[in-house]
């Protein structure tokens, strides 16, 4: 493989991270258009607008059902596409294992040059970077401290939205209103899904697995790579107050997914931090109301502190597959 073909594949990995960064901002819009559409159609079509109406309304007045379908939608198109870069990928790795068998060069597109490949040692090319589901030999520690750094975002993210609302009164207003009418604290099997289930495994498999992965085979460093899907997922949630706190959370994020070589933790960071911020923060300030600003801040910033000092003493920090 030439140099030339070596940037075209870093090149190509970088556009497809900027298309799944795209996808994962536009697609629940366009799959809660799509949602409505069928609704109505075959609403109309077996009942009449009456029947349209009372689809309607109940949607409305069950936005985390809404939410759940859509996202249910959403996940068969992001699995899908870790399918196709999964097959994409299987179909390198034997040519890889064939040359180091044999001793030697592959010229592979979808695979980038090595140092080897120049001349300057012999051992085989690895196989693209895939996103990593791995589970049985992530260290213990990583998953307790998933769960850490999930509960000190939380109690930190309440310093954040504090610094919005100094900064951005109308924009805290927006979001107060836009939560309380998404259903957040319309606890049940619904909202189960629609928050603590389906967001975390469909965001964490598009951001910190497809788009992570796309920038690793682009060659970009992490450092960079983890800015660049935090501001993503910032944009995601389509508002200020949520885009900076969600900004801040994904560099975390994207940080335990490096250090632990897996998404699963993180997709049990992610469960536990949206727990937390609806029926676990009603339930703990039930528990503690004497629980002071000074003091959730505080334990938020050790918490999170102790949490990435394990992963980076106890993670694996170089994922490969």
Request: proline share 5%; net charge neutral.
């Amino acid at each position: 493989m030439s140099v030339g073909s070596t940037w075209g594949y870093r090149i190509r990995n970088f556009v497809l991270a900027l298309v799944v960064f795209t996808m994962m901002i536009e697609f629940p819009s366009l799959l809660s258009a799509v949602v409505i559409d069928i609704v109505e159609t075959v609403s109309i079509q077996w009942g009449g607008y009456e029947a349209y109406a009372a689809a309607f309304t109940y949607l409305s007045s069950n936005p985390n059902v809404f939410s759940a379908v859509v996202y249910l939608l959403f996940g068969v198109v992001v699995f899908a596409w870790v399918l196709v870069m999964r097959r994409r990928g299987s179909r390198v790795a034997p040519v890889a294992a064939e040359a180091g068998t044999a001793g030697e060069q592959v010229v592979d597109a979808a695979a980038p040059v090595q140092a080897t490949q120049l001349g300057f040692a012999s051992p085989a090319p690895e196989p693209p970077a895939q996103v990593s589901f791995r589970v049985r030999d992530v260290p213990r520690a990583v998953w307790f401290d998933a769960v850490l750094l999930a509960l000190g975002m939380q109690f930190v993210t309440t310093l954040l939205m504090t610094l919005v609302l100094l900064l951005f009164p109308a924009a805290m207003e927006e979001y107060r209103s836009m939560i309380d009418a998404s259903g957040v604290s319309e606890y049940g099997i619904a909202w189960f899904l629609a928050t603590v289930v389906l967001p975390p495994i469909v965001e964490e498999t598009g951001f910190r697995g497809l788009g992570l992965t796309y920038l690793k085979r682009a060659g970009v460093p992490f450092a960079v790579a983890n800015v660049l899907q935090a501001v993503a997922f910032g944009i995601f949630h389509m508002n200020l107050t949520q885009g900076i706190y969600t900004f801040v959370l994904g560099l975390f994020m994207g940080y335990a997914a490096h250090a632990s070589g897996s998404i699963v933790p993180v997709m049990l960071l992610h469960a536990v931090y949206n727990f937390m911020g609806t029926m676990g923060q009603d339930l703990l300030y039930a528990v503690a109301p004497w629980m002071p600003y000074w003091f959730e801040v505080g334990l938020g910033v050790v918490l999170v502190i102790v949490a990435v000092l394990s992963l980076r003493d106890r993670g694996v920090h170089h994922p490969r597959s």
